[in-house]
């Protein structure tokens, strides 16, 4: 739950909520809990709900949102609504006093709903879920030094596959590529516990960007086609359903 990354990372939150003596309430709560959890993070807030959804769409960086529902001129679930379409992943928790409206905030998924009569009880477990989903998608660092002496770190779950260039291991991530002087057979042995998969004797691949196994090659979500070592569909496709298993 807790690691490295996590302990030298300021994660940023807001709180948004239209009256200003809750609002300052719930930052000192909230502030509290994740200090007492040794979770450094820092608060902005706003009791104007376009005002900040302009912000956002200027720049929007923050790890967790705390939402009020009611707000004048524009209400939580709409402005939630407006957040996924900007980044769909985000922590949104919801904290309303109207219980009447969690059925409604279903269809922009909210990590949490809390009601605010019952926050401070709800505090130490809501922060705890945060922190464990914070943990969950913390990046998992891949840290190489090549021949040359330089040191490489990439998040694991941004590299698409790994190929070997002779002297050299090309390896593609969903922003970017990058060549190093490197072993292929030491990059598939650091690759290997985090489900990447020899597809041919050239290329590693990571199985979360697997779309499709056909008999000739690996298609993957970007459209982008690999070879594969010759008759080993079946095994690969086998080795693919049981990383897809729950």
Request: glycine share 4%.
């Amino acid at each position: 739950m807790y690691n490295e990354y996590m302990e030298k990372h300021m994660y940023q939150a807001v709180i948004v909520d239209d009256e200003k003596e809750i609002l300052e309430a719930t930052k000192k709560l909230l502030s509290d809990t994740f200090n007492q959890k040794n979770v450094p993070v820092a608060f902005d807030f706003y009791t104007d709900s376009e005002a900040f959804l302009s912000m956002l769409e200027q720049h929007f960086h923050y790890d967790m949102l705390f939402l009020d529902i009611e707000m004048p001129g524009l209400d939580g679930i709409t402005l939630c609504r407006r957040i996924r379409q900007i980044a769909p992943d985000a922590l949104v928790i919801f904290i309303s006093n109207k219980e009447e409206l969690v059925f409604q905030t279903f269809e922009v998924q909210p990590f949490r709903f809390i009601r605010k009569s019952e926050l401070k009880e709800l505090c130490p477990s809501l922060v705890e879920a945060v922190i464990t989903e914070l943990g969950r998608r913390a990046p998992k660092l891949l840290r190489i030094t090549d021949a040359s002496g330089d040191m490489l770190s990439i998040d694991l779950r941004t590299i698409l596959y790994a190929e070997a260039q002779r002297k050299e291991c090309r390896i593609v991530t969903t922003g970017r590529e990058e060549i190093i002087r490197y072993k292929f057979m030491d990059l598939e042995r650091e690759l290997a516990p985090h489900h990447f998969i020899k597809t041919h004797r050239s290329f590693l691949v990571n199985m979360a960007y697997i779309s499709r196994i056909t008999k000739t090659g690996v298609i993957l979500t970007n459209g982008e086609e690999l070879p594969i070592s010759r008759g080993s569909s079946d095994d690969l496709k086998q080795q693919f359903i049981t990383y897809s298993m729950p």
